[in-house]
């Protein structure tokens, strides 16, 4: 499932083209993604404009000039493609739609401020993605977001709140790097890969990681998530970007899905253990 760093590489890919752009046309191919659309969800976007695109989270927000926000989650396959509709200028915004066309489920048609018409295409092959339409002044009270942890690129995320947000915890520390009241954003991939960093055991107890641990923890938790941005994202199975490329992070992983490879830290052997059902992979000699 595309984590934050693949979700905010779709964001800046959508953001020049939907700025600003009034929704002129929208066609659900199908009433339901993993949950039904929202009722009049065509009807409810055609004339407004976006005024802000941003993220929380795994999700995706457009603020709209009508005062509520269009949220899309991408599930694990869902991608958005832009096409233009029109003649453009030598440098303007141009991305092809290169997912399969029976997948394309929501098709907004958009005019952008300077005229131009644009087809931003919501494709899912597995329909796990979802969208909803909520007020956005009460956004942080919507179902999606209620108890939400800090944004971890945000001036609110420090060593200090991600220290009270772990006290107590009898978890394992992997368990709770992926509770999203914790920490937003932050999935298998890029806890795996935060906890290597700061050389602690996915095992480790959550409570116990405070003091200097916590301090190494949040550090990386915040690097590399920046560097997976600057990379474009993971590019695991199904994950594109709104250009329809492939994110680069995936060759910088260090123990991710490399069970059985050398450590690059320490020489040891890269293994994988079974959390809550989900594959974490660690250095028993980096991770203690």
């Known amino acids: 499932m595309p984590e934050l760093p693949e979700v905010e590489t779709v964001r800046r890919g959508l953001e020049p083209v939907m ?7 929208v066609e659900t191919r199908r009433r339901d993604l993993r949950f039904a659309l929202p009722r009049r969800f065509a009807t409810r976007l055609v004339g407004c404009e976006v005024a802000a695109l941003h993220r929380r989270g795994k999700y995706l927000i457009a603020a709209l000039s009508s005062g509520e926000a269009l949220i899309s989650h991408l599930g694990m396959s869902g991608r958005f493609t832009a096409e233009a509709r029109s003649s453009i200028r030598p440098g303007s915004f141009f991305h092809a739609n290169a997912g399969d066309p029976r997948h394309d489920h929501v098709v907004f048609d958009l005019k952008t401020p300077d005229g131009r018409d644009v087809r931003v295409t919501y494709n899912d092959p597995r329909r ?11 956004l942080e009270e919507s179902r999606h977001f209620k108890g939400m942890g800090p944004e971890p690129l945000s001036n609110e995320f420090t060593a200090e709140t991600l220290n009270a947000a772990l006290a107590g915890k009898s978890t394992s520390i992997k368990a709770a790097l992926l509770d999203q009241r914790v920490v937003a954003g932050v999935g298998n991939i890029y806890a795996c890969e935060a906890l290597f960093r700061a050389r602690i055991s996915p095992r480790r107890r959550a409570a116990s990681v405070a003091g200097a641990r916590g301090r190494r923890l949040h550090t990386a938790i915040v690097d590399v998530l920046r560097d997976a941005i600057e990379a474009g994202g993971s590019s695991l199975r199904d994950f594109a970007d709104a250009e329809g490329g492939l994110g680069y992070f995936q060759h910088r992983f260090e123990v991710y899905a490399r069970e059985g490879e050398d450590c690059g830290t320490c020489g040891g052997t890269i293994r994988r253990l079974v959390q809550a ?12």
């Open 19 to 25: 700025l600003g752009s009034r929704f002129e046309h």
């Open 277 to 288: 059902g989900r594959s974490t992979f660690y250095c028993s000699g980096c991770q203690r």
């Open 128 to 138: 796990f993605g979802f969208m909803d339409l909520v007020d956005h002044a009460r």
